[in-house]
């Protein structure tokens, strides 16, 4: 199954190095491979290391594409982490 | 001998003397092997022993890290972790080392050398400087690989020095040790990078962004570093070195006593009281704002907010910047200056022509009244963040009464919108001006009725009273503060203020420089906002001056022909403990 879904960045400090880390601990706990459109970038969004090079400063529209037999899930959670600014304050 | 300065961002206050160290960060290249296909299984095992070696080192550095830095800190190696997680190291290399049988310090080599080119192309400065971390992890892997394990270079020195380097990486900082290392200087970083953050919790001077001190400095010149002013000396004269001498003393005799003046007001010893204020310039440094002994801020510059991005800032972000700037001063008020972009901070979204002599040009209020749709944004953002604390607002860059009564209206404007939309904010919220332009300044008895209160910004004063650019090393001598003209400018604002019964503060860089503060003192200035580093020196300054004293200074001050004249009188009649100390 492949669902794709467009989330925004919400918190204040963007994608950085912590919120990017807890990005990938939440699509690490589904076999879905999950990727990440943005421009002309395709990441993967179990690589910590590909988060980064997409700079990506609050407001920035991420599109997320999760493929596997638990897409629905893992989509739900990466859903739920964005809402809530990946456990950030603000 | 030649003496000779290096200018770079004043990351971490202090002042430091002592020979140079050059640290090269070691560079590790990787040669190119062929494996037999007998091979490929013994390699990869190989590979997985460096990495679960790197994870421990990892977890030990975060130890040392908690220790040393603080839980804050060490966070850095949790992400580290995770790093070392990535498909990259885990998948990617074992790929490709099973494929293409190539020795593994080869293909991760490779592979970190294509991370590093994406990394250092980006345009926001936070995600460039984390090419930082994957390099620091990387390298840390290969150093498994080739077995040359930890060398831990700035652990074991067997002298005191100050450190220059390219750039350190987290890694490189916690190993460290601040028995022999006393300062740091380094190529890159701004304020708020790694190695900036770190100096300033080890309590280390640092100059950073100094982009070519690896060049310009050689291992064991003797380098004197200024934190506080962001320079650094190389081989300076022995009378130099004596004068710093002193002022590294004072330096640490002050920090010593900061503890005490932190709550004690900046009040003469004949009892006139002024205002210390700090100028702040990203939000990190509100925190060292109150360890500092400030007194609210009178200058909170906005610029943070709109760099490094595409798009303008929206209200609600502002908003939270501003409420958060409203919860961290409490009760002592805060001075917002509305967007000051143009000139030399260009933003490319905000950039509508190329201009040939941008300081002259549509910088400041003059973008702001012509960009209503930006400025708004940010006015209503203020007047909310408001109800929250004593805020107020203050306009830059103004020449003319009619950009008063324009921002004004817009200001008016926004409220108006405000209470029509049921949101929640405060009306009649204090508005002061920056008198920065001479025109400003010989007109101040008129604007002032229409504001709360004037700031006075030295720096652009100076240069346009002067019509020098002093970063003109040709006519870099024309900028001075004690010019005469300068001093009837600011005598002017002065006295037109306290005329009509207001206030008026500095938040130039002479308000911040210790020789000023007896003079300015004298000229009735009510509040002087400097930066935080350097506040609690002039806090011991103001508390050793009287003020019956500093009014004569003043006044002979006024009347004088030259700045050396200027000069004389002040170190001349100032009491005789304040000048040993700052003269």
Request: glycine share 6%; with cysteine; charged share 25%.
């Amino acid at each position: 199954m492949k669902i794709t879904e467009k989330l925004l960045i919400v918190n204040k400090l963007g994608l950085h190095l912590r919120a990017a880390a807890e990005l990938v601990k939440v699509a690490n706990k589904f076999k879905s491979q999950t990727t990440i459109h943005h421009g002309i970038q395709n990441v993967n969004a179990k690589s910590l290391m590909g988060l980064m090079t997409l700079a990506a400063a609050k407001g920035t529209e991420l599109e997320f594409e999760c493929d596997g037999a638990d897409a629905k899930e893992a989509m739900a959670a990466l859903k739920e982490l964005f809402e809530h600014r990946f456990g950030e304050k603000e | 001998m030649s003496d000779k300065i290096f200018y770079g961002v004043a990351a971490s206050g202090g002042i430091e003397i002592g020979p140079a160290y050059l640290y090269h960060a070691q560079g590790l290249t990787a040669s190119r092997r062929l494996l037999k296909p007998e091979e490929v299984k013994t390699e990869l095992a190989r590979y997985q022993e460096a990495l679960a070696k790197t994870r421990a080192q990892i977890v030990e550095l975060e130890g040392r890290a908690k220790e040393k830095l603080g839980e804050e800190h060490a966070s850095i190696f949790g992400a580290h972790q995770i790093l070392l997680d990535d498909p990259l190291f885990t998948e990617e290399v074992p790929q490709v080392i099973s494929k293409e049988h190539m020795n593994a310090e080869f293909v991760l080599h490779e592979a970190l050398e294509k991370f590093k080119t994406i990394m250092a192309s980006l345009n926001d400065e936070y995600f460039r400087e984390r090419g930082g971390d994957i390099r620091d992890v990387g390298n840390r892997v290969l150093r498994n690989l080739m077995g040359k394990g930890e060398k831990e270079q700035l652990k074991n020195l067997d002298r005191e020095v100050i450190l220059v380097a390219n750039d350190l990486t987290p890694s490189d900082t916690v190993t460290l040790s601040t028995e022999t290392i006393k300062a740091f200087c380094t190529d890159v970083g701004g304020k708020t990078s790694h190695v900036a953050i770190v100096a300033r919790s080890l309590g280390l001077p640092a100059v950073v962004g100094m982009q070519n001190a690896t060049v310009n400095i050689q291992d064991g010149d003797l380098l004197i570093v200024d934190g506080n002013k962001g320079l650094v000396l190389v081989n300076p004269q022995s009378h130099i070195i004596e004068q710093y001498r002193r002022l590294k003393d004072n330096y640490t005799a002050f920090q010593k006593s900061l503890e005490a003046f932190k709550t004690l007001p900046a009040v003469t010893p004949d009892g006139h009281r002024v205002t210390l204020a700090a100028n702040i310039e990203i939000p990190q440094e509100l925190d060292e704002m109150n360890r500092h002994g400030a007194e609210g801020i009178g200058l909170y510059r906005t610029e943070f907010l709109y760099m490094n991005r595409e798009e303008s800032p929206t209200e609600e972000e502002q908003f939270q910047a501003y409420k958060e700037l409203a919860m961290k001063t409490g009760v002592n008020p805060a001075i917002i200056r509305t967007l000051d972009l143009g000139g030399d901070k260009f933003l490319s979204h905000l950039n509508e022509s190329n201009e040939q002599n941008p300081f002259l040009g549509l910088r400041a209020i003059r973008l702001c009244l012509k960009r209503p749709d930006i400025f708004k944004v940010q006015l209503r953002a203020i007047l909310r963040a408001a109800a929250h604390g004593p805020i107020k607002i203050m306009f830059p860059m103004i020449s003319t009464l009619s950009e008063v009564m324009e921002a004004k209206a817009i200001l008016q404007e926004c409220a108006d919108e405000l209470k029509k939309e049921g949101q929640v904010f405060r009306a009649g919220v204090e508005v002061g001006v920056m008198i920065e332009i001479p025109s400003a300044a010989v007109i101040a008895d008129i604007l002032i009725q229409e504001v709360d209160f004037f700031s006075i910004g030295t720096n652009d004063l100076i240069q346009y009273s002067m019509a020098a650019d002093r970063g003109n090393e040709s006519v870099a001598y024309l900028y001075d503060p004690l010019n005469p003209a300068i001093l009837r400018l600011i005598q002017m604002t002065v006295d037109a203020a306290h005329k009509a019964g207001k206030w008026v503060g500095m938040c130039g860089e002479m308000a911040g420089d210790p020789q000023f503060v007896p003079l300015l003192l004298g000229m009735g200035l009510d509040e002087f906002s400097a930066s935080v580093s350097v506040i609690p020196e002039i806090k011991k300054i103001i508390r050793m001056m009287p003020y019956e004293t500093a009014k004569k200074i003043a006044q002979a001050a006024t009347k004088l022909k030259t700045s050396d004249e200027v000069f004389d009188v002040i170190r001349d009649n100032v009491p005789p403990e304040l000048k040993t100390l700052l003269f």
